[in-house]
T-cell receptor, first 113, second 112 residues
């Protein structure tokens, strides 16, 4: 069974640029959730995708957008990067309504300068 | 709006001692999760607590849930250095669908 994978591992971008982060969900999982974890903080929910549709969103501006593909992998796109976007971005996959288990990927560390 | 508060935020303890981390949340939820995070790493699932009165134990860690008090505890027994990490509780938003609200975390340091 393949776990959740994310790419890239680290990324450095300049303010105003755009970035795409990728997540491959665990085999058999149809739901992907994205979280932002600023340094020293708990993760914050960005949005969730279920069967290629957005299924809920946290308090993040529209410049944070996402996609889920037919194989249930997912992308997180951030436009017009700001310094405060520097964080660890985590994706978690699960089988929707399978009860309770989300599996987190290793994360992408984004630094905006 | 669901809020999750953990305390303490920082905990330094001696090996062999016991301690408890507390997690309070503000609105009704039936699912609570505990995660461990090592520096620079992702989240490792420790416990999933699904109902009032649930108690789960793994090694030196034991978690419990009181949904009426909106309180969960993570008890550490006879701490060892390997338990040094940051521990997060997370509560599922009402209505389910696994959208989690996390506490700020408790950074645990176990000293020899």
């Amino acid at each position: 069974e393949t776990g959740v994978t994310q790419s890239p591992t680290h990324l450095i971008k300049t303010r105003g640029q755009q970035v795409t982060l990728r997540c491959s969900s665990q085999s058999g999982h149809n739901t992907v959730s994205w979280y932002q974890q600023a340094l020293g903080q708990g993760p914050q929910f960005i949005f969730q995708y279920y069967r290629e549709e957005e299924n809920g969103r946290g308090n993040f501006p529209p410049r944070f957008s996402g996609l889920q593909f037919p194989n249930y992998s997912s992308e997180l796109n951030v436009n017009a990067l700001e310094l405060d976007d520097s964080a660890l971005y985590l994706c978690a996959s699960s089988y929707y309504r399978d009860g309770y288990e989300q599996y987190f990927g290793p994360g992408t560390r984004l630094t905006v300068t | 709006e669901l809020k999750v508060e953990q305390n303490p935020l920082f905990l330094s303890m001696q090996e062999g001692k016991n301690y408890t981390i507390y997690c309070n949340y503000s609105t009704t939820s039936d699912r609570l999760y505990w995660y461990r995070q090592d520096p620079g790493k992702s989240l490792e699932s420790l416990f999933v607590l699904l109902s009032n009165g649930a108690v789960k134990q793994e090694g030196r860690l034991m978690a419990s849930l009181d949904t009426k008090a909106r309180l969960s505890t993570l008890h550490i027994t006879a701490a060892v250095h390997d338990l040094s990490a940051t521990y997060f509780c997370a509560v599922e938003r009402q209505g389910g669908s696994e959208k989690l609200v996390f506490g700020k975390g408790t950074k645990l340091t176990v000293n020899p």
